[in-house]
């Protein structure tokens, strides 16, 4: 359809001017005050790379510019804290879509409006001061398309709407492949999902600085382990925990564990390491208490049988939660989430409890991650209901004995939140963040009281080459300050076989504002084109070629550090994990992330 609009719109656009240059002053008059114009018709299919820039330049042949000047006394918001700047336009049809972008004189980006999927747009600027504005309505796939436009200042509502204001961040980002030798085991798989892909990577770092990442094989292929200790400069492949690892480091081979369906990786306070690796008989967890170089590995760790997408968590320095999502031959054929709990760094699991009880009506669909509170020792996880528009918290107060289950957010009926795993996280402060998806946006939800209430959801991405997003994951810092990473894409649809996808980071040092501010930027290049299918083995054939999640995690520097995976040119070569550090910490108002 993009291919069909543009060709219209190069057609069009040589023969008459299609869009219309307009201006308008928007005046203190000591309280709300608008201006209102109709534009258009609007004809293309163009868009920014990721809010960097527009090409072909935007320009009055091709969308409407409006010149604003704001014209306000320098002490309008001290008089009007509550005040802000909206521009809005809107049209008829969600079949066309249409974009916001504000620039100031010297062309910085100071807001944008770009969602699709919609028949409106809200570019909310915030306090803007007075001056000179360039606003620039983008025709982004639509045909002779007419809209209303108004820019609007006025007090915002005294109560969190789900809105946010969206600006260009200025990270920097590079990328280190990490590379294994080949396999010597197991190297002529029956099926390709199962072995060379190194999917679903993980990124840690213990309280020294070294950096570890995993990826899995697959099922009996393991789970990959790669080790730096100089902040992410050079890695060393240490083969797999979960089976081969003595074996590689010995040059004999390669291939083989008991484990890589899924994996997880975290470290305790005193370095020590836990990897989860799944094999849906069971859960292999591998525990290290020297830096990765022996393991003592359990291949029964769940203590359950017919386990499937295991997460762990460490406490201090020995207690491990591993939570997995059973079945069902244990509870009458309905699925439920277990947590064991280990008390020596994650060599054994005495400890079962029961989190979702079905008897009780409560199910779980897709299950997200653990973590623990390491100031008080709450233990959190969030799963996404039987009914797909449910998102719920489990929490444990008790040292994972006894769990209590919130609904947190309920979207209308007939929609779904349940593309792949929900995310959590906790602050230095103690405060909870979610996010998940829509399967077009990735929203955020935040909580000040351990659960108790939580802000209405936000929606983090945008841009042109962020309407549909998937897969977000968020990574908490200092108080209300998150990374969230996401896959993006231009595409209006998740499964479009020609939709081109970025590793995107958004940035928020203040998810308890009434509005928060997000910071986007791109951290890859095109990583992936194809659909990304969010529905497991259920997916069709060369649609699931990234799995369900990347982890990512920030460094004890601020920066933050991105893992994706790196699809080979032909699916029967091998693909690669691949490490996408941030380089220039601006923006970043982190500390050590929690553990």
Same mark, same amino acid.
């Given at each position: ?5 543009l ?8 023969? !008459?001017?299609?869009a219309?240059?307009l201006?308008?002053?928007?005046? #203190?008059?000591s ?9 258009g018709p ?7 790379g ?13 969308c409407?510019?409006?010149n604003?000047?704001?014209s306000?006394?320098?002490?309008f918001?001290?008089?009007n ?15 066309q879509d249409?974009d ?12 944008? *409006?770009?969602?699709g ?13 007075a001056? *000179?504005?360039?606003?620039q309505?983008?025709?982004?796939s %639509?045909?002779a398309?007419s809209?209303?436009?108004t820019?609007?200042m006025a007090?915002e509502?005294?109560?969190p ?5 969206? @600006? ?7 990328s ?11 190297? &002529? ?16 770092h #213990?309280?020294?600085g070294?950096?570890?990442?995993g !990826?899995?094989? /697959?099922?009996? !292929?393991?789970?990959?382990?790669? @080790?730096?200790m100089?902040g992410?400069?050079t890695?060393t ?6 089976g081969?690892?003595?074996?590689a480091?010995a040059g004999a ?7 890589g /369906?899924d ?8 370095? @020590?390491l836990?990897l989860a *690796? ?15 170089? =022996?393991w003592? =590995?359990?291949p029964?760790a769940?203590?359950l049988?017919e ?5 762990? !968590?460490f ?6 939660y591993?939570?997995?999502k059973?079945?069902g031959?244990l509870d ?9 709990k280990?008390f020596?760094g ?6 079962v409890?029961?989190?979702? @009880? ?6 779980? /669909?897709?299950?997200?991650?653990i973590?623990?509170?390491q100031n ?14 449910q998102?719920y918290?489990?929490?444990s ?6 769990w209590l289950?919130k ?5 209308? *009926?007939?929609?779904?939140l349940?593309?792949v ?20 946006r990735?929203?955020l939800t935040?909580?000040r009281?351990q ?5 209405t ?6 841009g042109a080459?962020?309407k549909t997003?998937v ?15 996401f ?9 479009? +076989? ?9 940035q $928020?040092?203040n998810?308890?504002?009434n509005v928060p501010v997000f910071?986007?930027k791109?951290? $890859?290049?095109v990583?992936h084109?194809?659909?990304? %299918?969010?529905?497991?083995?259920? %997916?069709p054939s060369?649609?699931?070629?990234l ?15 991105a893992?994706s ?5 032909? +699916? ?11 380089t ?6 982190f500390? &050590?992330?929690?553990?």
């Open positions: 359809m993009k291919k069909f609009l060709l219209i719109f190069v057609c069009l656009i040589t023969t !008459a001017a299609l219309a240059n201006s308008g002053t928007l005046t #203190d008059n309280g709300p005050a608008s201006i209102s114009w109709n534009g609007l004809t293309g299919a163009l868009g920014y990721g809010l960097l820039g527009l090409s072909p330049p935007c320009n009055s042949t091709i409407d510019i409006y604003l000047t704001l306000i006394p320098s002490n918001y001290s008089s804290p509550n005040f802000a700047v909206h521009v809005k336009v809107g049209w008829n049809s969600n079949i249409i916001v972008y504000v620039f100031d004189v010297n062309g910085n980006l100071v807001g944008a *409006s770009a969602t999927g919609t028949i409106s747009e809200d570019a909310d600027l915030g306090q803007l001061p001056g *000179s504005y360039t606003i309505i983008v025709p982004a %639509c045909v398309t809209y209303g436009g820019v609007n007090q509502p005294a109560l709407m789900g809105k946010a204001q969206y @600006k260009l961040g200025n990270f920097t980002f590079t280190q492949v990490l590379t294994r030798p080949p396999q010597t085991i197991n190297n &002529n798989p029956a099926t390709p999902i199962f072995f060379e892909q190194d999917a679903e990577p993980r990124v840690v #213990d309280p020294v070294n950096i570890y990442v !990826a899995i094989q /697959g099922v009996p !292929a393991g789970t990959d382990l790669w @080790k730096s100089d992410g400069n890695f492949y240490l083969g797999e925990p979960d081969t690892q003595a074996a480091a081979g390669t291939g083989v564990g008991i484990g /369906g994996e997880d990786i975290d470290v305790g306070s005193s370095g @020590k836990a *690796s799944l094999w849906l008989g069971s859960v292999t967890n591998s525990a290290s208490s020297d830096g990765a170089t =022996t003592v =590995t359990n029964f769940s203590d049988p386990d499937d997408r295991q997460w762990l !968590a406490y201090g320095q020995n207690v491990v591993l939570t997995t059973q079945l031959t009458n054929s309905t699925l439920t989430i277990y947590v064991v280990s020596d994650g060599i054994t699991f005495p400890q409890a029961e989190v979702t @009880k079905p008897a009780l009506g409560v199910q779980p /669909g897709d299950q997200g991650n973590v623990v509170d008080n020792g709450n233990v959190y996880m969030v799963f996404i209901g039987a009914y797909p528009n998102v918290l489990a929490k107060t008790d040292g994972g004995l006894n289950l609904l947190i957010y309920q979207s209308p *009926s007939g929609t779904s349940q593309h795993f929900p995310a959590i996280a906790i602050d230095r402060g103690g405060n909870l963040h979610v996010v998940f998806n829509d399967g077009r990735s929203l935040s909580s009281d659960g108790a209430s939580w802000t959801p936000v929606q983090v991405n945008t080459n962020a997003s897969e977000p994951w968020v990574v908490a810092g200092d108080v209300g300050k998150l990374n969230i990473f896959y993006g894409t231009s595409a209006s649809d998740f499964m479009n +076989p020609n939709a081109q996808w970025q590793i995107f980071m958004a $928020t040092p998810a308890f504002r910071y986007i791109p951290a $890859t290049g990583m084109k194809g659909a990304i %299918c969010v529905n497991g083995t259920a %997916c060369g649609t699931r070629n799995l369900e999640y990347f982890f990512p995690d920030t460094y004890m520097d601020g920066n933050a550090l893992i995976r790196r699809l080979a040119r032909k +699916p029967e070569h091998h693909h690669y994990a691949t490490l996408v550090p941030q220039d910490r601006r923006h970043a108002h500390g &050590n992330a929690m553990m």
